[in-house]
């Protein structure tokens, strides 16, 4: 397919896409808690979700020497819910030891983080949670492969987790 692309890691910051495939745009529309296009993109470019794909950006894929494989996404779901539920350290931790991380852990953090960040501003319920809580960490697994594919841009102000003293 044409010539090699260029190194991630020479990548500071992806570029940014203007508009969402409107296909991939309803798709995630039908997985999320959201009315319209536009109450989701405002949640796409919040701190609830920026802080989290800054973060995994900068620890996943600005180190990766080649593009990441795509973990399993019943298997990544099902770990990130059962992270939550189990209120596991290694993904819930502020800032969490990454070392020896795998790319489904780094996949399942972002997840679990999402989640957990909106949870406190009550986009998903408790009720929620305990019904759906595979289909929650699924559509989030959506987002996170949307951000990948379009190389959503990263604000490079942000560089790491949401600032909670807004």
């Known amino acids: 397919m044409g010539s090699p692309s260029p190194s991630r890691t020479t990548v500071s910051n992806p570029p940014s896409?203007?508009?969402?495939n409107a296909q991939h745009e309803r798709l995630i529309l039908e997985l999320l808690p959201f009315k319209d296009a536009a109450k989701f993109k405002e949640w796409l470019n919040g701190e609830l979700v920026q802080g989290s794909w800054a973060e995994f950006w900068r620890d996943?894929?600005?180190k990766a020497r080649a593009s990441c494989p795509e973990p399993d996404k019943s298997r990544t779901a099902e770990a990130a819910k059962n992270a939550i539920n189990g209120r596991s350290v290694?993904?819930?931790?502020?800032?969490?030891?990454k070392t020896n991380w795998t790319v489904e852990d780094h996949h399942v953090r972002f997840i679990v983080t999402v989640i957990?960040?909106?949870m406190l501003?009550?986009?998903w319920s408790d009720s929620?949670?305990?019904?759906r809580a595979v289909e929650v960490c699924k559509a989030v697994f959506e987002v996170l492969c949307y951000l990948k594919a379009?190389?959503?841009a990263v604000d490079a102000e942000a560089g790491g987790p949401p600032s909670?003293?807004?």
């Not at 290694?90 to 030891?97: A, E, I, R, T």
């Open 164 to 166: 909670y003293s807004r």
């Open 116 to 118: 957990q960040d909106n």
């Open 150 to 152: 379009s190389r959503y």
């Open 60 to 62: 996943l894929v600005t």
């Open 90 to 97: 290694k993904f819930l931790v502020y800032h969490p030891d």
């Open 17 to 20: 896409l203007p508009m969402l």
């Open 128 to 131: 929620d949670w305990k019904k």
């Open 121 to 123: 501003k009550s986009m």
